[in-house]
């Protein structure tokens, strides 16, 4: 809200500067009896002012005459006071503008001096006056003075306002360098945070990557190994498959070998059973023999 109020108000600041150059404007489109009788008034008026506070004494034929040898001085005095004013309600409005030092001076005298040979040019058109080079030059010393008035009073004035507003600028200044710093030693952390990181990231690729040539390593060391191993392994193999065979078989074997026993045993008992009638042969016949039951069929 101040800014927006401050933003309406700043451009008025130029008022005063407007109403003094109609005031320069109106005096300029006088005539030139009509100058001369005013500055005659001036002047006559500022004689009998002098005259009576210093108690002179001076009769009104005197007066008179002064009135008249001071009536060229004073006109240029006017000239040169008037332009002295509208220095002033320029030079200030800039200065709140934030104008300072030379250009301030540079900008305001232009205007200042422009406004003055306008004036002159404009006087050649009034009756009973005419331009003039001198005029300008009064104009101008006026307008410098106007000038240099508004920057000692603002400097002496705005002092303490600009102390305090360089102080805040300062104190501005290291808040924003301390967030700088604050910001870039944040990143350096972040930086250095990311890079280790990285190299965490990357130890565990290469530590993962040396895991899956090993691997492969003992993969292709063991598959070697297996192919040099085959043929003794086979070998054992078969040798463990027929013993494994023949352990299998032992049982069976036995057992038909006891049942091929039993058989013969009961065949040889039949034989004598079978030859009792005959035992009245002779006493010479050989005797049978019996088979062993421990003979192999």
Not at 84 to 107: D, T
Not at 170 to 180: D, H, P, T, Y
């Amino acid at each position: 809200m101040k800014k927006l109020i401050l933003f309406f108000l700043k451009p008025l600041s130029f008022l005063p500067a407007i109403c003094m150059m109609y005031v320069i404007y109106s005096f300029s489109a006088q005539s030139g009896e009509a100058s001369g009788s005013l500055s005659y008034t001036v002047s006559y008026k500022i004689v009998e002012i002098g005259n009576d506070t210093f108690d002179v004494g001076i009769s009104d034929d005197q007066l008179g005459y002064y009135a008249k040898r001071i009536e060229y001085p004073v006109r240029k005095l006017a000239h040169m006071t008037e332009y002295f004013c509208l220095a002033i309600a320029v030079s200030f409005p800039f200065y709140v503008y934030g104008l300072r030092g030379f250009p301030l001076m540079l900008v305001a005298g232009l205007i200042c001096v422009g406004f003055a040979a306008g004036d002159e040019y404009h006087q050649s058109f009034v009756d009973g006056r005419g331009p003039s080079k001198k005029d300008v030059m009064i104009d101008s010393i006026g307008a410098f003075f106007g000038i240099i008035t508004v920057r000692v009073i603002c400097w002496t004035f705005l002092a303490p306002f600009r102390v305090a507003q360089r102080m805040e600028e300062r104190a501005r200044r290291k808040e924003m360098a301390r967030r700088q710093a604050e910001e870039r030693e944040r990143d350096r952390r972040e930086l250095a945070r990311f890079r280790a990181a990285e190299r965490r990231r990357a130890e565990a690729r290469h530590f993962a990557e040396e895991r899956r040539r090993t691997e492969l390593y003992s993969a292709e060391e063991r598959r070697s190994d297996s192919k040099r191993s085959a043929p003794k392994r086979r070998k054992s193999t078969d040798q463990g498959q027929a013993l494994s065979r023949t352990e299998r078989d032992k049982p069976a074997r036995q057992a038909s070998k006891s049942k091929s026993t039993q058989a013969r045993t009961e065949r040889s008992e039949q034989i004598p059973a079978r030859r009792k009638p005959s035992q009245s042969r002779s006493a010479n016949a050989r005797p049978i023999k019996r088979v062993s039951a421990q003979t192999k069929p």
